[in-house]
């Protein structure tokens, strides 16, 4: 096994020490087994620091010093992929994640090494924005460090960093906008175009069901949903799909728990960064790798990003929120599915949610994983929902079982209702003790097996003979039967499919 990168001035010490922890948990996510991971991360981090040698000696126009076109952390990310798709086409992808093997052997990976126009629209964005602008946005929403820590990072005044990143948001979006209308797009996709950024602009817009219907079949105008609206959950997903593509949702969730895990235990920081150790990467705990991956694999990001289209819900971005990822990574507001209990598993009132994803983030230092959706609204005592405000209709309900895996699934719910409602609440029994992790398009209680799901306030409304839909995701553990006793607004429904 070689040796650990040797950093050959103060200025890759310092980049070792903020990146190789980042470096080395994709690396493990990638490979089969510990050693593996190492010397992957090390071969990576090794071709990335040749990148930035390279970027920094290379003269700009008008003098001075080209940089990365991708923040470090990205950047070293990307070229763990990249030796990755080295070890496959050298003979060494028997150390590789299965998994992994089969994505570097499909199409997938041509969408971020092809023609520029033809990559994910979050990437083509970042790599578009100065790179400090770019470096905040991604340690805020994808490496989900809180904003004290990442302004200390980057040598910013932590009283304003808030500000700072919500007009970073902005800039990103301004970027995706231009480099949407550049995109070559087929004739469909073109048809919605004008409406996509209509309805992501206008925070109060509710999503025609015609584009819904598009967003669910097609990944590039849903990767454009959530990389444009100026609220909701999908960014950090967005953003590490659109950078390293597979595994993104179980890196967010790693680097979320990261974090939970240094500010929790009290971990002290080091001087140099708030990276761990670089000489002890053999030595570090390794996050349980098995649920987790097979989820992220499972739960691909077309499902994440148009499944979370809260477009008219979520605070302003200028809120000074704190940065989950699942997303993995992070997230998730990544957010990928976490494995983080969330608030509205327990029967007491869930905290209000503040810009996931995909992730949200809450508006402390303990992120919240993408994906999930809870409201303090949708409860008046603890445990009790808010009274409805409409009567009980007649109702189908048709679950499917969308995924699942050793630990968890993922699942979707749909409820046709003859009458019109102006406000709905789902509820069913789990007969195996399943626990709902994560929801989209519902805020969600569950006191024992009894699980409510009720509306978000962007889909309250639903028309006579109309179907309202939510997904979730859930942990269990020796059986996963199917739900049972579904109710509309306390009334039954019958179960189809």
Not at 187 to 200: I, K, P, W
Not at 244 to 268: C, D, M, N, Q, T
Not at 378 to 388: E, Q
Request: hydrophobic letters at 40%.
């Amino acid at each position: 096994m070689p040796d650990l990168p040797t950093p050959k001035d103060a200025a890759e010490a310092a980049l070792f020490s903020e990146c190789w922890d980042a470096v080395l948990s994709y690396a493990d996510l990638c490979t089969a087994g510990s050693a593996p991971a190492t010397q992957l991360a090390t071969e990576a981090f090794t071709l990335g620091i040749r990148e930035v040698r390279a970027a920094g000696t290379t003269d700009a126009p008008g003098g001075g010093r080209r940089s990365p076109r991708l923040p470090a952390i990205p950047l070293l990310l990307t070229a763990v992929r990249t030796t990755a798709a080295a070890w496959e086409a050298g003979g060494r992808g028997h150390d590789l994640d299965p998994d992994l093997r089969l994505w570097l052997n499909s199409d997938k990976p041509a969408r971020y090494t092809g023609l520029p126009l033809r990559r994910p629209l979050a990437l083509r964005a970042l790599r578009d924005l100065q790179e400090p602008d770019a470096t905040l946005l991604w340690l805020a929403e994808v490496e989900a460090l809180p904003l004290p820590v990442a302004a200390r990072r980057l040598g910013l005044d932590p009283a304003v960093v808030a500000d700072e990143l919500a007009q970073v948001r902005g800039l990103f979006r301004d970027r995706c906008r231009r480099a949407r209308r550049d995109t070559p797009m087929d004739t469909e996709c073109r048809s919605y175009a004008r409406l996509l950024d209509a309805v992501t602009r206008s925070p109060a817009a509710d999503v025609p069901a015609d584009l819904s219907r598009h967003l669910a079949t097609c990944v590039e105008c849903a990767e454009a949903a959530a990389c444009l609206r100026p609220q909701g959950g999908g960014l950090p997903a967005a953003l590490a799909g659109g950078v390293i593509g597979w595994g993104a949702l179980a890196y967010l969730e790693r680097r979320r728990r990261a974090v939970e895990a240094r500010l929790g235990a009290g971990r002290p920081e080091r001087a140099g960064g708030e990276g761990g150790e670089p000489g002890n990467g053999t030595n570090r705990a390794r996050v349980l790798r098995g649920g987790l991956l097979v989820a992220a694999v499972a739960v691909s990001l077309l499902a994440l990003a148009v499944s979370l289209m809260p477009f008219g819900s979520g605070d302003d971005d200028a809120a000074g929120n704190s940065p989950a990822d699942s997303s993995p990574v992070a997230a998730p507001r990544p957010s990928l599915p976490s494995a983080t209990p969330s608030p509205s598993a327990t029967a007491s009132p869930s905290p209000t949610r503040t810009e996931p994803r995909a992730g949200s983030r809450a508006k402390n230092s303990d992120p919240e994983p993408q994906g999930t959706s809870t409201s303090a609204s949708t409860s008046t005592a603890a445990g009790t929902p808010a009274p409805d405000r409409s009567e009980p209709a007649a109702c189908t309900v048709a679950y499917r079982l969308d995924s699942q895996w050793p630990d968890g699934f993922q699942a979707t719910v749909s409820v046709t209702t003859t009458d019109a409602l102006d406000t709905w609440r789902v509820a069913w029994s789990f007969p195996d003790g399943q626990q709902v992790r994560q929801i989209w398009d519902a805020t969600v209680t569950q006191s024992g097996s009894r699980v409510t799901a009720s509306a978000a306030d962007y889909n309250r409304s639903v028309s006579a003979g109309g179907t309202l839909s939510f997904g979730f995701l859930a942990t269990w553990q020796g059986k996963n039967s199917p739900p049972y006793g579904f109710t509309l607004n306390g009334s039954a429904c019958t179960k189809t499919g």
